[in-house]
């Protein structure tokens, strides 16, 4: 198998030589530093002039690289080469490009163990990226500032430029052949070098690529090259991006813009290599190292479109042992490559951190268990006093010697008598009890009344446990739980892990009652509101999901049927409710009377009108009494009358018993 070489965006830039021999490793501080991987000692270190203002950005080493011991001593540096002797320093000397944040292109040699030159005066943004020609004399750079650059190491002049991305070029690598190149920002570009015009588009990844890896099948057994049409026709190449859980792979001539694999991982990629074989029927090697300092290996022949993410094959980490005084902590892995030197598949692992990093070969195995490495921790140191061996040697004392000495030297009392024991005299600034105790009152009630009364506003540490433990009560008295700030808080504090089970918790509930369903839609609302960028990462979801998807809309498929329905009863109800109002009115028509007559005239009418304006104006009671005294007069008036009226009738009477007579 052969390796490639690898560049890392990150604020630690690590690169492996050609063959494996040396590591390069340049961290925020901007100083270089080579290690030898036999020995795991540090061979050169190199702290450039403006390494505290401009830092590495990236590094690539120069391939075809001969293996020579390391010289001591720095060399002066050449003033002048000729063609000829650049190619030939390049093999010999071993450069190695650093892309630095200023825009500079450094290239450091191995040999001289001193700076080689310095390519300036064209980025002008931070350099992103570097890739190598198979020759040796044209070095490839891209920038922030979007344009890609070749430079003539002969001459160190600018042999082309090109603007390749709009929002600068993350990433670039040359594809087998080396007559087209590949950048990267978001999406991805395919570009022919001679002409610097754009020949292919692929989707690429929603955040930015930085990393590229080319991958070429088309070397044979005995290792000599087929033409470069056969070349590209098997030419893939991988893409990783900050941030995404998935490792894309592709296929260079493919019409297709979407990616023909895809590598799922558990957790952020941190550094990618990748290993292939000289034939097209063997699978490549994929080693990622995660942010967590967890090494995922994966195994896969490139020979068709896979619809589901791969998993890995195989896991690797390392841990210390565990102790007494506590349990084993993790080592984080820095870096891994496929070991070409020998004919088995072994794995170049550098663990630890890069103060003191360790280099070890773990055979692979194909078996595909997880291998977990138990080492010490080469930050403690295990050199223990052996007590045998020391010099020092502690005499024997008894308690009971007695020590003489001069009168004016004051000895150690060894007695423990009363009578030499000098009493503490006591002070007038001397706190009493009753003082203390007052004082540890009022400590106490002014941390009382600074503490605040504890919010039980979430429950997040109950659903942890229930999902953990898979308890029903746990589960069902947290999910039944409906105040919606209640659950946003729970899905906001939730630990990470934890997120994907609560999902496939929700999924499972959702296919039993509609009623318990009813309370579990706002649970499933809040959790995908918050981490569905998270969950976005999960490519295994899409199964989950997609039954969840399906039964949703299984139970929403008659609601239209259902809202046409209650719309049509409503119209009845309606129309209903409106000829029985209209009875009701003609009901109340008939029974009402035709025809109402008052009779304003009536003696009542005027007596209340005559009350009315009596108490209206005070000055009618003389009015009043003088009708009175007329009514008296009038009623005097008829008793006259009637009275002659009788004795009329009296004579009347009179005459005609007479007449009788």
Same mark, same amino acid.
């Given at each position: 198998?052969? @390796?490639?070489?690898?560049? =890392?965006?990150?604020?630690?830039?690590? &690169?492996?030589?050609?063959?494996?021999? /040396?590591?390069?490793?340049?961290?925020?501080?901007?100083?270089?530093?080579? $290690?030898?991987?036999?020995?795991?000692?540090?061979?050169?270190?190199?702290?450039?002039?403006?390494?505290?203002? +401009?830092?590495?950005?990236?590094?690539?080493?120069?391939?075809?690289?001969?293996?020579?011991?390391?010289?001591?001593?720095?060399?002066?540096?050449?003033?002048?080469?000729?063609?000829?002797?650049?190619?030939?320093?390049?093999?010999?000397?071993?450069? %190695?490009?650093?892309?630095?944040?200023?825009?500079?292109?450094?290239? /450091?040699?191995?040999?001289?163990?001193?700076?080689?030159?310095? %390519?300036?005066?064209?980025?002008?943004?931070?350099?992103?990226?570097?890739?190598?020609? &198979?020759?040796?004399?044209?070095?490839?750079?891209?920038? !922030?500032?979007?344009?890609?650059?070749?430079?003539?190491?002969?001459?160190?002049?600018?042999?082309?430029?090109?603007?390749?991305?709009?929002?600068?070029?993350?990433?670039?690598?040359?594809?087998?052949?080396?007559?087209?190149?590949?950048?990267?920002?978001?999406?991805?570009?395919?570009?022919?070098?001679?002409? #610097?015009?754009?020949?292919?588009?692929?989707?690429?990844?929603?955040?930015?690529?930085?990393?590229?890896?080319?991958?070429?099948?088309?070397?044979?057994?005995?290792?000599?090259?087929?033409?470069?049409?056969?070349?590209?026709?098997?030419?893939? *190449?991988?893409?990783?991006?900050?941030?995404?859980? =998935?490792?894309?792979?592709? $296929?260079?001539?493919?019409?297709?813009?979407?990616? %023909?694999?895809?590598?799922?991982?558990?957790?952020?990629?941190?550094?990618?290599?990748?290993? *292939?074989?000289?034939?097209?029927? #063997?699978?490549?090697?994929? =080693?990622?190292?995660?942010?967590?300092?967890?090494?995922?290996?994966?195994?896969?022949?490139?020979?068709? +479109?896979?619809?589901?993410?791969?998993?890995?094959?195989?896991?690797?980490?390392?841990?210390?042992?565990?102790?007494?005084?506590?349990?084993?902590?993790?080592?984080?892995?820095?870096?891994?490559?496929?070991?070409?030197?020998?004919?088995?598949?072994?794995?170049?692992?550098?663990?630890?951190?890069?103060?003191?990093?360790?280099?070890?070969?773990?055979?692979?195995?194909?078996?595909?268990?997880?291998?977990?490495?138990?080492?010490?921790?080469?930050?403690?140191?295990?050199?223990?006093?052996?007590?045998?061996?020391?010099?020092?040697?502690?005499?024997?004392?008894?308690?009971?010697?007695?020590? *003489?000495?001069?009168?004016?030297?004051?000895?150690?009392?060894?007695?423990? &008598?009363?009578?030499?024991?000098?009493?503490?005299? &006591?002070?007038?600034?001397?706190?009493?009890?009753?003082?203390?105790?007052?004082?540890?009152?009022?400590?106490?009630?002014?941390? @009382?009344?600074?503490?605040?009364?504890?919010?039980?506003?979430?429950?997040?540490?109950?659903?942890?446990?229930?999902?953990?433990?898979?308890?029903?009560?746990?589960?069902?008295?947290?999910? #039944?739980? +409906?105040?919606?700030?209640?659950? !946003?808080?729970?899905?906001?504090?939730?630990?990470?892990?934890?997120?994907?089970?609560?999902?496939?918790?929700?999924?499972?509930?959702?296919?039993?009652?509609?009623?318990?369903?009813?309370?579990?839609?706002?649970?499933?609302?809040?959790?995908?509101?918050?981490?569905?960028?998270?969950?976005?990462? *999960?490519?295994?979801?899409?199964?989950?999901?997609?039954? %969840? /998807?399906?039964?949703?809309?299984?139970?929403?498929?008659?609601?239209?049927?259902?809202?046409?329905?209650?719309?049509?009863?409503?119209?009845?109800?309606? #129309?209903?409710?409106?000829?029985?109002?209209?009875?009701?009115?003609?009901?109340?028509?008939?029974?009402?009377?035709?025809?109402? /007559?008052?009779?304003?005239?009536?003696?009542?009418?005027?007596?209340?009108?005559?009350?009315?304006?009596?108490?209206?104006?005070?000055?009618?009671?003389?009015?009043?009494?003088?009708?009175?005294?007329?009514?008296?007069?009038?009623?005097?008036?008829?008793?006259?009358?009637?009275?002659?009226?009788?004795?009329?009738?009296?004579?009347?009477?009179?005459?005609?018993?007479?007449?009788?007579?």
């Amino acid at each position: 198998m052969r @390796s490639i070489a690898h560049v =890392l965006e990150m604020a630690e830039c690590i &690169s492996y030589s050609d063959n494996c021999e /040396y590591l390069a490793h340049s961290g925020a501080d901007g100083v270089l530093k080579i $290690w030898q991987t036999n020995t795991g000692k540090l061979a050169q270190e190199y702290v450039p002039s403006s390494h505290l203002s +401009t830092t590495c950005t990236c590094l690539s080493w120069a391939p075809n690289r001969i293996p020579h011991e390391i010289p001591r001593k720095k060399k002066k540096k050449r003033k002048s080469a000729t063609a000829h002797d650049v190619i030939g320093v390049v093999v010999e000397t071993d450069l %190695l490009a650093l892309g630095t944040s200023s825009g500079v292109v450094l290239l /450091y040699s191995l040999k001289k163990g001193d700076l080689h030159t310095q %390519l300036t005066a064209e980025h002008t943004d931070e350099v992103k990226c570097v890739c190598w020609e &198979s020759g040796c004399s044209t070095l490839y750079s891209g920038s !922030r500032d979007g344009h890609v650059i070749g430079w003539d190491l002969e001459n160190s002049k600018v042999k082309c430029k090109w603007k390749a991305e709009k929002n600068g070029v993350k990433s670039c690598c040359l594809c087998p052949g080396e007559n087209t190149m590949l950048t990267a920002s978001r999406g991805i570009k395919l570009w022919d070098i001679h002409k #610097q015009e754009l020949i292919r588009k692929f989707t690429g990844h929603s955040t930015d690529v930085f990393q590229l890896l080319p991958i070429s099948l088309g070397e044979n057994s005995a290792g000599n090259s087929t033409a470069a049409d056969e070349l590209a026709s098997r030419a893939y *190449f991988l893409s990783t991006a900050v941030g995404d859980r =998935l490792i894309n792979a592709w $296929w260079i001539n493919s019409k297709s813009k979407s990616a %023909l694999a895809s590598f799922s991982l558990p957790s952020e990629p941190a550094l990618v290599h990748v290993s *292939f074989p000289s034939n097209k029927e #063997q699978p490549i090697l994929l =080693l990622v190292v995660t942010k967590e300092g967890q090494l995922i290996v994966f195994e896969h022949v490139l020979n068709g +479109t896979m619809k589901k993410p791969l998993k890995p094959k195989l896991a690797l980490q390392v841990s210390t042992p565990k102790t007494s005084s506590g349990p084993p902590k993790p080592i984080r892995v820095l870096s891994a490559v496929v070991s070409s030197n020998t004919s088995d598949t072994e794995l170049l692992l550098c663990h630890g951190n890069f103060l003191k990093p360790t280099f070890e070969r773990v055979p692979y195995k194909t078996d595909g268990t997880d291998i977990c490495l138990i080492r010490e921790d080469p930050m403690q140191s295990t050199v223990k006093a052996d007590e045998s061996i020391s010099k020092i040697k502690t005499p024997n004392t008894s308690l009971e010697v007695t020590v *003489f000495g001069p009168g004016h030297m004051s000895l150690g009392v060894t007695g423990t &008598s009363s009578a030499n024991k000098k009493k503490r005299k &006591s002070s007038s600034n001397e706190v009493t009890i009753e003082e203390r105790i007052n004082l540890m009152k009022i400590d106490k009630s002014k941390k @009382s009344s600074s503490t605040h009364a504890p919010k039980a506003d979430t429950m997040v540490h109950l659903l942890a446990q229930g999902l953990q433990s898979h308890d029903k009560k746990i589960l069902n008295n947290v999910l #039944q739980n +409906t105040n919606e700030d209640v659950i !946003r808080n729970t899905v906001k504090k939730l630990p990470v892990p934890i997120i994907v089970p609560l999902v496939e918790e929700l999924s499972k509930r959702m296919h039993g009652h509609s009623q318990s369903g009813r309370n579990l839609v706002k649970w499933v609302r809040i959790v995908f509101t918050l981490h569905a960028s998270y969950l976005m990462t *999960f490519p295994d979801l899409v199964d989950t999901l997609s039954t %969840l /998807y399906q039964m949703m809309d299984s139970r929403l498929n008659s609601l239209g049927r259902l809202s046409r329905l209650q719309g049509k009863l409503d119209l009845m109800l309606s #129309q209903m409710t409106a000829a029985s109002q209209d009875d009701e009115d003609e009901n109340e028509a008939l029974d009402r009377p035709m025809l109402i /007559y008052q009779d304003d005239s009536s003696d009542e009418d005027v007596m209340d009108q005559e009350v009315s304006l009596g108490q209206d104006h005070p000055d009618l009671e003389d009015n009043w009494e003088d009708d009175t005294s007329d009514m008296d007069l009038g009623q005097d008036d008829t008793d006259s009358d009637n009275e002659d009226a009788n004795s009329k009738e009296m004579i009347d009477s009179d005459s005609e018993t007479s007449s009788d007579d």
